[in-house]
């Protein structure tokens, strides 16, 4: 996982679709679980996402991708 944060950071597209791919099954069942709907679970994914690849460059190398992500659904 670090390494597609690695490439994506050096703005890799293919990077970013993998750390689609790879979290958002996850992603989708953590939010599910705390939203009332399919759709809103899907819009809060979306964003979720988006805030994460605008902030790549800020990751840490130690950064967990989940971690970031659990964060920004929290805020």
């Not at 939203?35 to 967990?64: G, H, L, M, P």
Request: neutral net charge; hydrophobic residues 40%; glycine residues 2%.
């Amino acid at each position: 996982m670090q390494e597609l944060i690695h490439a994506a950071q050096k703005g890799d597209p293919r990077a970013l679709s993998e750390l689609y791919k790879a979290n958002f099954a996850w992603l989708y069942r953590y939010v599910r679980f705390r939203v009332t709907n399919d759709a809103s679970a899907e819009d809060v994914c979306s964003e979720i996402f988006t805030k994460a690849f605008e902030n790549i460059a800020r990751f840490r190398a130690q950064s967990s991708f989940k971690n970031v992500a659990v964060q920004y659904y929290e805020e």
